[in-house]
């Protein structure tokens, strides 16, 4: 049983370029969410999908867009990168929506030059 | 939307001792609170959590205690051990609104 899986671990961009994180979970999770985390500041959520075929903003959706595929995956594009999307993304699901225990995935480290 | 404040930002704390951290907020319709520990390069993983009807839950050397009427909830972790050194995020949530709102995280250091 592998939770919530997360790809890639790490990457560097240059400015202006694209990219997209991928996430699946296999616990049948309805609801599923993107976070950033930077020093000192938590975490803080970008875009969640509360069930399939749904999405909606979080606190700080600017400069990404999200794609529920399905129930087990939910990705998370940056269309063309900024430095200050420099940070560590984690994605996360729970069987409840807004209840209950969040699974996070390992995290993607993101530096943005 | 949900404003959740977290503090101290770090804690040194002699192994043995106790370790408390606190946490308010914002909407009195938030009523599900838990707590998450990340250690260093890891994932954020819940320790414990708390409904809104209910004041206080233990779970072994935790505890956490809510105050809705102040808006504001606890962590208690007595008898420290070095292994409880990590970064610890206080949540709240609204189940009508499917969003987690996360303090900014208060950084444990347990000293042999």
């Known amino acids: 049983n592998a939770g919530v899986t997360q790809t890639p671990k790490f990457q560097v961009l240059k400015t202006g370029q694209s990219m997209t994180l991928q996430c699946a979970q296999d616990m049948n999770h309805n609801s599923m969410y993107w976070y950033r985390q930077d020093p000192g500041m938590g975490l803080r959520l970008i875009y969640y999908s509360a069930s399939e075929g749904t999405t909606d903003k979080g606190e700080v959706p600017n400069g990404y867009n999200v794609s529920r595929l399905n129930k087990r995956e939910f990705s998370l594009r940056l269309e063309s990168a900024a430095p200050s999307q420099t940070s560590v993304y984690f994605c996360?699901?729970?069987?409840?929506?807004?209840?209950?225990?969040?699974?996070f995935g390992e995290g993607s480290r993101l530096t943005v030059l | 939307g949900e404003n959740v404040e977290q503090h101290p930002s770090t804690l040194s704390v002699q192994e043995g001792d106790s370790a408390v951290i606190k946490c308010t907020y914002s909407d009195s319709a938030s009523n599900y609170f838990p707590w998450y520990k990340q250690e260093l390069g890891k994932r954020p993983q819940l320790i414990i959590d708390i409904r809104s009807n209910v004041g206080e839950k233990k779970d072994q050397r935790i505890a956490v205690t809510l105050n809705k009427t102040a808006k504001h909830f606890s962590l208690h972790i007595t008898e420290t051990q070095p292994e409880d050194s990590a970064v610890y995020f206080c949540a709240a949530s609204n189940n009508n609104f499917n969003k987690f709102y996360f303090g900014s995280g208060t950084k444990l250091n347990v000293k042999p």
């Open positions: 996360a699901s729970s069987e409840r929506q807004g209840d209950g225990e969040l699974f």
